[in-house]
């Protein structure tokens, strides 16, 4: 994870959420206080946001001590103690909800990730993420994709081409748009392109597209459109998939299935923060 990104994304959280003071904490509490607060897990789970808890709270306290009982990835019982955080009580109370929620949601789609993945065991297809994700939270749960053992599609519209249904419209057909991406664009950056049909896949492998996506087709539709691609070419299925009906795709031999369920409609996971043990002034 890039540290300073994530640096610049939590300071302008603490700032939406602390604005110019904590009213409560700055007055009950003098800067030499110091106490103890846990993150306490409600359910299992899968562990991610290490960094965020550790870059987030000594952003507002330098001399804070954090102790982490469990790693990114790995799964944690309901009652796991994940971590420890001693330090300024001002300091963790103003950190505490930014970085809770966080991690939060960052375990969440860490488990759904797990889960996916788990979902595919024995088989040579591998689950990924869409860009389906929190705006100003993407490379957080994009993280958190990793985190839970499942792969990263694109970052954005800038590291690799998808050419969709729209595109293809506009463009007149795959064909076309597949020529005008190869004569303007440098060799290192892989080309995608959606397909819906038999037609359109047999169109897309003579075109030289780099990956085939069979988008919103059924599991017996994929095995069989899977058939018309040459082993060179990654096959995608995409398309409504859930962690409810991902067993039914184990047997179409697609290399990658991404989900949007993974990042657009998790639940956060139930963690609850609470103070252990305070310590007297220095």
């Known amino acids: ?23 409560t ?20 789970g899968v562990f991610s946001g290490s960094d965020v808890i550790k870059t987030g709270f000594s952003l507002l306290d330098e001399h804070v001590f954090i102790e982490l009982f469990v790693q990114d990835g790995e799964e944690f019982e309901a009652g ?16 505490e909800r930014v970085v809770l929620n966080l991690v939060q949601r960052m ?6 990730s797990k889960q996916a993945c788990t979902l595919l065991e024995g088989t040579e297809t591998k689950a990924c993420d869409t860009r389906k994700t929190t705006p100003g939270l993407r490379m957080l749960e994009k993280y958190a994709v990793r985190s839970g053992g499942a792969f990263n599609h694109r970052y954005g519209l800038y590291d690799a081409v998808m050419i969709k249904d729209n595109h293809i419209s506009f463009a007149g057909s795959i064909t076309k748009a597949v020529e005008i991406v190869k004569s303007k664009l440098g060799h290192t950056i892989k080309i995608e392109v959606e397909t819906e049909s038999a037609e359109q896949v047999r169109e897309a492998v003579a075109a030289g597209a780099d990956i085939i996506m069979f988008d919103n087709r059924t599991p017996e539709e994929i095995a069989e459109l899977v058939k018309l691609v040459p082993p060179h070419i990654i096959t995608e299925a995409s398309g409504g998939i859930t962690l409810n009906t991902l067993a039914l795709y184990r047997q179409t031999n697609v290399d990658f299935i991404s989900l949007g369920c993974l990042t657009h409609s998790v639940r956060a996971l139930d963690i609850s923060a609470k ?8």
């Open 1 to 23: 994870m890039n540290k300073l990104k994530l640096k610049q994304i939590l300071e302008a959280f603490f700032i939406e959420d602390i604005g110019d003071r904590d009213v």
């Open 80 to 95: 796991c103690t994940l971590v420890s955080i001693t330090g300024n009580m001002a300091a963790l109370l103003k950190g």
């Open 25 to 44: 904490s700055d007055i009950l509490f003098a800067k030499d206080e110091r106490g103890t607060l846990t993150f306490l897990a409600k359910e299992k």
């Open 107 to 112: 375990s969440s789609i860490a488990t759904a």
């Open 275 to 282: 103070v252990m043990e305070c310590k007297e002034a220095l």
